[in-house]
């Protein structure tokens, strides 16, 4: 006990400095999701999705942060002992595929915000590939350095994107624009959906910074502040321009409103913010794939590979990369959260990963039956809750309990035989 406590004072930090960390990666994904929102429903109709799928992801987010600070491990950790010591190998696999895409949106978007900012303000072309290179270096220079300088990169940050984004809305609500019909056929289930779909993978992966947090209640703490309170706000103000102007994205709308600079600069320091997180939690999962070469030496080459796959067209690719994360990552969280509850409310204890199966097929069949409701519900063959990410967790959760229970029967049913 007493080491538990000493690992609560010493190399952690506050739920507040969680949620700023959080928050400095979440901007980037709000930012491309709340306009093509706003651009397809009445502002009314926008608020009320928001607060809906905020409310989801706050109940999902404080229970994960609370299971990394219970279990002091990040998720890849954590998954071992739903998934087994090597089955674990394939989920950190996908994990890392997720968050590499969405570090190369990221640098990707950096280049073309800097080039547009630069052109149109300055007039200076540079090349795209120049200036997503540019930004990796400082994305690698974010994170290589750990923890401790991803919350400077946030504290110095999130203020600045904050700022800029009443500034936004200030600019918005005092524009003299037209309002035009919304023409959208867009489902409230389907609406709250890309609310939660947009940051369900970070949700999913926030045992990583609750393993870093004081205690439970600054765990509960950060849950709240990121996803019930700064997250809702972020995305109603970021709905608002493109609610008035029906346009899809944040640049496009502010061009009708008056001024684009706020929209473009906010985007980079976004970029900078979330591409820090990103890197972060790509490097813990990839050096679980890698285990003989130094953290930061995997965050260079993950620099170096976003630097080369940034530069190409592959906002082409962003949807179905987003309908593909929105299917595999939730079911993995539901498995992690539904152990939690069954086995390890009292704590992970490894010893346990050396007594059990190192791959434990069982849990693989409720991931993959999560899944593939997922892409059923996602692809409209049939609906449960309306919305797609949370059909895929909770049938997984479900499926895992069932299946555990089954297998705890047989093997109490063997004990009892012999």
């Known amino acids: 006990m007493s080491s538990r406590n000493n690992t609560e004072q010493s190399n952690t930090a506050s739920g507040a400095q969680i949620a700023m960390i959080l928050l400095g990666i979440l901007v980037t994904p709000v930012l491309l999701a709340s306009s093509s929102l706003g651009s397809q429903l009445t502002l009314g109709s926008a608020a009320a999705v928001i607060a809906v799928g905020s409310l989801i992801l706050t109940v999902l987010a404080v229970i994960n942060i609370a299971i990394g600070e219970q279990a002091r491990l ?4 954590i998954v071992k002992y739903s998934f087994g010591s090597k089955g674990a190998i394939a989920i950190n696999v996908i994990m890392a595929i997720s968050l590499f895409g969405w570090i190369a949106v990221t640098a990707n978007m950096f280049g073309h915000s800097v080039h547009d900012l630069l052109a149109t303000q300055f007039g200076l072309e540079l090349p795209v590939a120049l200036i997503v290179a540019l930004g990796c270096v400082i994305f690698v220079a974010s994170t290589a350095f750990g923890f401790e300088a991803l919350g400077k990169v946030s504290k110095f940050a999130v ?14 609500l005092t524009a003299s624009v037209p309002l035009v019909e919304k023409v959208s056929d867009l489902s409230f289930g389907a609406a709250v959906s890309s609310v939660v ?16 947090v004081h ?29 008035m102007t029906s346009e899809g994205s944040l640049l496009s709308a502010m061009a009708i409103i008056g001024s684009t600079l706020p929209a473009a600069i906010l985007l980079v320091f976004a970029c900078i913010t979330g591409n820090a997180g990103n890197m972060f939690q790509g490097t813990l999962v990839v050096s679980t794939l890698f285990t003989k070469f130094p953290k930061w030496q995997l965050t260079v080459v993950l620099g170096i590979l976003a630097a080369i796959v940034g530069s190409m067209d592959i906002m082409a690719w962003f949807i179905p990369f987003l309908l593909f994360l929105g299917i595999a990552t939730p079911p993995i969280a539901g498995i992690y959260i539904a152990d939690f509850f069954i086995n390890r409310r009292n704590g ?6 050396q007594q059990d199966p190192a791959i434990k097929p069982m849990t693989f069949v409720a991931w993959c039956v999560g899944s593939l409701v997922g892409f059923c519900t996602v692809n409209g063959w049939f609906t449960l809750s309306g919305i797609p990410s949370i059909d895929s967790l909770m049938i997984a959760s479900i499926g895992y309990f069932l299946l555990t229970r089954i297998g705890q029967s047989k093997g109490s049913a063997l004990t009892n035989n012999g």
């Open 159 to 172: 203020p600045i994107i904050v700022l800029l984004m009443f500034v936004i809305l200030y600019m918005a």
């Open 348 to 353: 992970y204890d490894e010893a346990c990963l």
């Open 74 to 77: 990040p998720t890849y950790g």
């Open 197 to 212: 779909g947009t940051i369900i993978v970070l949700v999913a992966t926030s045992p990583d910074f609750g393993s870093f």
């Open 215 to 243: 205690n439970r209640k600054h765990a509960v703490l950060a849950g709240i502040l990121t996803f019930g309170l700064a997250y809702p706000v972020l995305f109603l103000v970021g709905a608002i321009p493109g609610s």
